[in-house]
């Protein structure tokens, strides 16, 4: 089995640098076409399933990204959602970086220990991810599925992929919109074939 995991395309606070959580905003003129362009890079794989978060972002990407062949319908999961922000959700990272300086720091620097009464941990997402994909490998031993959530549901899902600490979370290739990664799954042995690829946006 391979699964194709993708992130939402750009939006308009992705834009602002405004942070989105549960929240959510529409994608941009940029972020249509390149889930377009995602869409026709994968013309030709055939999806036994699809599941994406049920956030507007990632339903919305997802059906531009299998409009043209038609595909079936989208399943929608809670435990694809993106990391819950409480109130730094709808802020700014310049506001954020006010308002909870040492927060912010931990969050972009220092993961393992960002840690607020206010949403989720990063541990509290990858704790989500890790039941999603035990799920999926358990449902489908063949074919190809498509995943498309959000880019720290993704970095949290990658990381516990690799066997590494959270603390190396932000390590690696960053998700831009409708990057995609590829995993193997053959026997419960894991193979990345290939992370966070844009090669579709050139």
């Known amino acids: 089995m391979r699964v ?3 992130r939402h395309g750009e939006t308009e606070w992705n834009t602002e640098k405004r942070m989105q959580g549960w929240l959510d905003s529409d994608l941009t003129e940029n972020g249509i076409k390149a889930a ?7 013309k030709d794989i055939s999806f036994s399933t699809i599941y994406a978060s049920p ?8 059906k531009l990204i299998t409009e043209s062949n038609k595909q079936k319908e989208i399943k929608t999961d809670e435990r694809l959602r993106e990391i819950h922000l409480g109130n730094w959700q709808g802020k700014t990272q310049e506001e954020i ?5 040492e927060h912010f720091e931990a969050y972009f620097h220092f993961p393992h220990l ?6 989720e941990t990063f541990a ?7 039941s999603f994909w035990n799920e999926l490998i358990e ?3 063949s074919g190809n599925v498509l995943v498309v959530s959000h ?7 990658l990381n516990y992929l690799k066997k590494e600490p959270i603390q190396h979370l932000w390590d690696g290739p960053f998700h831009h919109g409708t990057s995609l990664s590829i995993v193997k799954v053959n026997n419960h042995q894991i193979e990345i074939e290939t992370e966070a690829c844009t090669k579709h946006l050139i």
């Open 4 to 6: 194709y995991l993708t």
């Open 139 to 141: 449902k489908h031993h």
């Open 124 to 130: 509290d997402v990858q704790k989500r991810a890790i």
């Open 97 to 101: 970086k006010k308002m909870e300086r």
């Open 55 to 62: 956030s507007g972002r990632t339903l919305q990407t997802a």
């Open 151 to 157: 880019g720290m549901w993704l970095k949290s899902l």
């Open 36 to 42: 377009k362009a995602l869409g026709e890079r994968l």
């Open 114 to 119: 960002y840690n607020r009464n206010d949403g």
